[in-house]
């Protein structure tokens, strides 16, 4: 009795990737091969990994391997391998849809791409797996068994929007991808992979460190079968024996990623506790970098045994990009990731490579600007998060940090560099946070200190509303916030020789700011005079410990409920429209009127922070009604 035969559709996002791959321009379609012999080594390592922990798994790994066979004349490619094996539920779930971060944005991102560079780019930047098959072949058929069951499963698909799923009973072990080639077409980068002699060139420049045996029949009737790969763990070899393109190769092979890492680092600790560690600073920031399903973590062996994926305890969630392997020789094959939190040896492995992965950063600052603009313009947000929980390594993080400045409008600064220029006599580190540069540059905030020639930091990024409140200062400096507090940029002998007539402003505006302050009492903490404004008339400031508009949307946001935080007004004292309106009150202390220009100075205050007027639709007909009367 033949097997019933389903027929399925693809997920939409999956099937707009087929479409993709059929149709593609990408270019250097070998890699096709390294994608699927990347999942058959895979295989192998979670089979090896569940036959440890399940003792009862009715399994065999007695010669673990991939096999690689072609057949010139069906003009077939298959990759076999006697791994763990899927069964149909696993089939439909990681074949038929696509659960990657980032999908839907991606194929956004690669319809608006107006040439063909920038669709490879994306390509390259999403890596696409199994689904690369589709660049080389019409039809690809897949049989697969799970270890420990009885029933294997054929998919088949042409790629179009459906595929076919059914039961067969003889499949061995593992998993079998057959692909039914395309014409050799050389000019559109399509060789004949059918040929043994182009098949051992990609594995040999792809696939080489893979640490199982990769298979194939040598040329001839009566050739026998050799293994094609050296299987060297590129981690356990000297640096010296091991090219730039094999890193790179492997760094592919371990991030999924299409596109060479911008840096390689290495690391080994010998003696009372053994480990290597191969760390791999990717070229651009994964497009699930902040969502919160994304996975993070680097590879974990034991003793060349592969024991997990994405290893969460061996790098904080500020590096999450960082990608690679760590092979430790003395933790358990039964590890659990539970334990791993606990484990006393994780913890100090993870202290090493958060120091190494710092330190490296640091040194590229110096020596190769450029690298490490692509580093902090692709990660810099990321790692900025590290300053709210990584108290240990804080002034590391500081130290390889840069932000934008008013110092120079395109490229940023170093704390360091901003420290090197401090005019004589400045104690703190200025800056101020905001939703844009310009929002900040225009804000009344900075009108003294543009006047005076004080550099600010311009701080846009969400996270640096967070972390600037809790870091105290670097290099013995503190940060203080244009926009909170006092501010007081005056020098002292600047002080002394204005502190009769500042004494006799402060008498002269005493009884209006006493009026204001009840005036506005139910929006202001309090009313005072400025050093800050040199143009405006008036800005609102947040106490020294109050949180920022910004942060307390954010906090609002998330739904935590937070008492109303009532702000400063501060009057510039030689702006006409302060001095009119002092000069009115003392003349007209009851004029109903003057309580709405209050209202009107309030609120133009606030707007020009970028604030929202709690009532806009009566600020507009106060402003139209006093307009009307100048006509």
Not at 89 to 102: F, N, R
Request: proline share 3%; aromatic share 8%.
């Amino acid at each position: 009795m033949t097997a019933p035969i389903e027929t399925l559709e693809f997920q939409s996002e999956a099937r707009q990737l087929l479409q993709l791959m059929i149709h593609s321009i990408y270019s250097n379609k070998d890699t096709f091969l390294r994608e699927l012999v990347s999942n058959a080594s895979d295989a192998l390592d979670k089979l090896r990994l569940e036959s440890y922990r399940d003792k009862d798994l009715e399994a065999d790994t007695g010669d673990l391997h991939i096999t690689l066979e072609t057949d010139p004349e069906a003009r077939t490619l298959t990759v076999r391998d006697n791994g763990i094996g899927m069964t149909r539920d696993e089939v439909v779930a990681l074949i038929g849809t696509i659960a990657k971060s980032g999908t839907a944005d991606f194929l956004t991102k690669l319809k608006e791409a107006k040439d063909a560079a920038a669709s490879q780019d994306l390509i390259g930047q999403f890596g696409v797996g199994f689904y690369a098959s589709f660049m080389v072949a019409d039809k690809v058929t897949l049989v697969t068994r799970r270890a420990g069951t009885d029933e294997g499963v054929r998919w088949e698909s042409s790629g179009e929007g459906t595929y076919t799923i059914q039961p067969v009973e003889d499949a061995p072990q593992g998993t079998a991808v057959t692909l039914h080639l395309k014409p050799e077409d050389t000019e559109d980068h399509l060789f004949d992979y059918t040929s043994a002699a182009k098949v051992r060139e990609i594995v040999k420049k792809y696939s080489d460190f893979i640490t199982w045996p990769i298979r194939m029949r040598g040329e001839g009737e009566d050739a026998e079968v050799e293994t094609v790969n050296s299987m060297k763990a590129l981690w356990a070899r000297s640096s010296s024996e091991v090219t730039e393109d094999e890193y790179h190769e492997f760094y592919k092979h371990v991030s999924h990623d299409w596109q060479d890492p911008l840096e390689t680092i290495r690391l080994q600790a010998e003696g009372t506790f053994e480990y290597q560690a191969l760390l791999f600073l990717p070229s651009h920031a994964p497009m699930d970098l902040f969502l919160r399903e994304r996975k993070r973590g680097v590879q974990l062996y034991v003793k060349r045994v592969f024991i997990m994926d994405d290893c969460e305890s061996l790098v904080p969630e500020y590096l999450r990009f960082v990608k690679g392997v760590v092979d430790a020789q003395d933790l358990s094959l039964n590890v659990s990731r539970e334990i791993l939190q606990q484990d006393r040896q994780i913890q100090l492995i993870r202290r090493r490579l958060v120091k190494k992965v710092l330190s490296t950063v640091k040194t590229m600052m110096t020596a190769d600007a450029e690298k490490y603009a692509t580093f902090w313009r692709e990660f810099g947000r990321a790692v900025k998060e590290g300053l709210l929980d990584d108290f240990e390594n804080r002034e590391a993080i500081l130290e390889i940090s840069s932000f934008a400045s008013t110092n120079d409008a395109e490229k940023p600064t170093s704390l360091r560099d901003y420290v090197s220029r401090m005019k004589d006599g400045q104690e703190h580190i200025y800056y101020m946070t905001g939703e844009s540069r310009s929002a900040i540059e225009n804000s009344p905030h900075m009108e003294a200190f543009r006047a005076k020639g004080y550099e600010v930091l311009v701080l846009t990024d969400p996270i640096d509303e967070m972390w600037v409140d809790s870091v105290p200062g670097f290099d013995g400096k503190q940060f203080q916030s244009i926009a909170k507090g006092q501010v007081d940029l005056d020098s002292e002998e600047d002080k002394k020789a204005t502190e009769v007539a500042r004494e006799q402003q402060n008498k002269d505006f005493e009884s209006l700011l006493t009026w204001l302050g009840t005036a506005l009492g139910e929006t202001v903490k309090e009313v005072r005079l400025s050093s800050r404004l040199t143009t405006s008339p008036a800005c609102i400031v947040g106490d020294t410990h109050d949180l920022t508009p910004t942060l307390e949307k954010m906090y609002r946001a998330m739904g935590q409920e937070l008492p109303p935080i009532k702000r400063i007004l501060e009057l510039n004292p030689d702006h006409g429209l302060v001095t009119g309106l002092r000069e009115a009150h003392a003349a007209r202390p009851d004029d109903e009127g003057l309580a709405e220009t209050a209202e009107l100075l309030y609120g133009m205050a606030l707007l020009a922070e970028g604030g929202e007027l709690a009532d806009p639709s009566r600020f507009i007909k106060l402003l139209a009604g006093r307009l009307e009367k100048t006509l």
